[in-house]
């Protein structure tokens, strides 16, 4: 998003209420009273606090996203059910190789969302500390392929490497996914996602060992996610992965940042069977690097070579994800347009580091593998 160039009181940032197009970017939206901005259904317009242009009355305006009519269009190929499984998976990520391998949890969650799954195979850089595990589930006819993200303590190499995509403004590193599959991306993702697949890594090479499960399990559903940097890894393997046998993944990750250009976003949407980019609110690391605009202070993204542009697709949570009893409201977003102005990108600010640790009320880094503060709310 636009990093807002106004503070309200106490710091607050503020986003323009006038320009947010719908009622779920006008309700997440803060005005100059530090107040949620206004949508009023009668004239189908964003008002500031206050404003004397609004025609609705107090109980006619709508200030909680959740109370905005569902986007329920073309939405069918995501479910809330599935995103909640694969977040499982994800954090399971972000634990010692040596728990991964038993797939013994102390968090119910996890153990709950990924009952009958067996590890195959892990597989850890010793360089980048990056780490990925493959396995199987005959229960639901699954393999699914995780990868560690970015945590609050993180390696070396992550910190330094999400410092650097803040930094960034264009990507200029041609990552080689397969034959004519080349993605345009920042050094560090392809290094990261080299660094379990040339060889190098404990356990071998990751692509040999996700194609040895598929071989086992040939009409198993393949899955890949990850959060943050997790995502960008899961992203990068799954079109190695569907250019190297002509099957389409599925593809589902949390938090993940602009992971290449439009090229990549072009592979993502022609490899894959699906593609998922679950959005919380306000959370920053979708952000990261900034994309090009066509003009200092407007929002649209350009499409150019080597401008990070987030791939299709992106679902939207534009608030507290989960309240432990019924679905929240969301955005599906545009099919075609990775930097949907409808959705997060269309915020002006964009700075939530909680939003990014907490995805469905649960800690994605800590879940499985850690019993404390865990949870912002009971799921």
């Not at 209420?17 to 206004?38: K, N, P, Y």
């Not at 909640?84 to 998976?89: D, E, N, P, R």
């Not at 797939?103 to 850089?125: L, M």
């Not at 602009?258 to 306000?282: C, E, K, M, N």
Request: charged share 20%; net charge negative.
């Amino acid at each position: 998003g636009i990093n807002a160039e106004y503070m309200g009181a106490w710091g607050s940032p503020i986003d323009f209420c006038e320009d947010q197009q719908d009622c779920m970017l006008c309700a997440t939206s803060i005005s100059w009273s530090t107040r949620h901005c206004r949508w009023c259904p009668q004239d189908q317009r964003c008002h500031a606090f206050a404003s004397r242009a609004n025609p609705c009355s107090r109980h006619q305006n709508i200030v909680d996203a959740d109370k905005c009519p569902a986007n329920l269009a073309d939405s069918s190929a995501f479910t809330e059910a599935a995103a909640k499984q694969m977040l499982a998976y994800a954090s399971a990520g972000y634990c010692p190789p040596s728990t991964v391998k038993k797939w013994k949890f102390n968090d119910q969650y996890c153990t709950a969302k990924s009952q009958g799954f067996v590890v195959d195979f892990t597989v850890q850089s010793p360089v980048t500390h990056a780490f990925g595990y493959v396995g199987h589930n005959d229960a639901t006819k699954q393999i699914v392929v995780g990868f560690k993200g970015t945590n609050n303590t993180g390696d070396i190499f992550d910190i330094d490497l999400l410092d650097a995509l803040k930094r960034t403004t264009h990507y200029d590193y041609t990552c080689v996914l397969g034959p004519a599959a080349n993605a345009t991306t920042h050094l560090g993702f392809c290094v990261y996602y080299t660094s379990l697949n040339d060889g190098t890594a404990i356990g071998g090479s990751l692509e040999t060992a996700i194609e040895t499960v598929h071989s086992n399990h040939p009409s198993y559903a393949v899955w890949f996610t990850g959060h943050s940097l997790g995502g960008s890894a899961a992203a990068l393997q799954a079109v190695a992965f569907a250019v190297s046998t002509g099957v389409k993944p599925r593809l589902l990750t949390f938090g993940e940042p602009r992971t290449g250009d439009s090229t990549f976003g072009s592979l993502i949407a022609q490899h894959t069977a699906s593609a998922w980019r679950v959005v919380h609110a306000r959370d920053m690391v979708p952000h990261v690097s900034p994309c090009c605009r066509h003009e200092i202070g407007t929002a649209h993204c350009k499409k150019d070579a080597q401008c990070p542009l987030h791939h299709s697709r992106e679902v939207w949570y534009p608030k507290t994800m989960s309240d432990g009893l019924r679905p929240r409201n969301h955005r599906i977003c545009s099919r075609t347009d990775g930097e949907d102005l409808h959705c997060s990108d269309g915020l002006f600010d964009t700075t939530s580091l909680d939003d990014h640790y907490f995805y469905f009320g649960l800690k994605v880094g800590i879940l499985c593998c850690d019993a404390d503060l865990r949870r912002d709310v009971v799921v």
